[in-house]
């Protein structure tokens, strides 16, 4: 079993940046498709981005596309999200994601097995 904890979170002023951590035990990360998906109040979860296991492939969501970057530290066992340009439409929690899917939507939020609690980002105007 996996367990993914996230944390970064935080306020931020518009334009500004973050960086969130998930920091993995129970599992190396490096067998795992990681994913980063984000709810913002009164709304449904939604993809952010995805780093394939085999590091042959990211996807980004057109919405973050060339402000947020994700990486991750296999010998620490942590996925990054770096959020730069932020706006105020980027409020939500974000939150962390592990799976061994394959296919086309290998980053589908069906094909994860295994979710972290979240962490909230507030940005102001």
């Known amino acids: 079993q996996v367990q993914l904890v996230e944390s970064g979170g935080g306020l931020v002023q518009a334009g500004g940046s973050l960086r969130l951590s998930c920091v993995a035990s129970?599992?190396?990360?490096?067998?795992?498709?990681m994913a980063w998906f984000r709810q913002a109040p009164g709304k449904s979860r939604e993809f952010v981005a995805a780093d394939r296991w085999s590091g042959t492939s990211t996807v980004f969501a057109n919405s973050v596309k060339g402000r947020f970057t994700i990486s991750r530290d296999n010998a620490k066992n942590t996925v990054y999200l770096q959020l730069n340009s932020l706006k105020p439409e980027d409020t939500a929690v974000y939150y962390c994601a592990a799976g061994r899917g394959t296919g086309v939507i290998w980053y589908n939020s069906n094909y994860m097995d295994y979710w972290g609690k979240g962490t909230l980002v507030t940005v102001s105007s």
């Open positions: 129970g599992g190396t990360i490096s067998s795992y498709n």
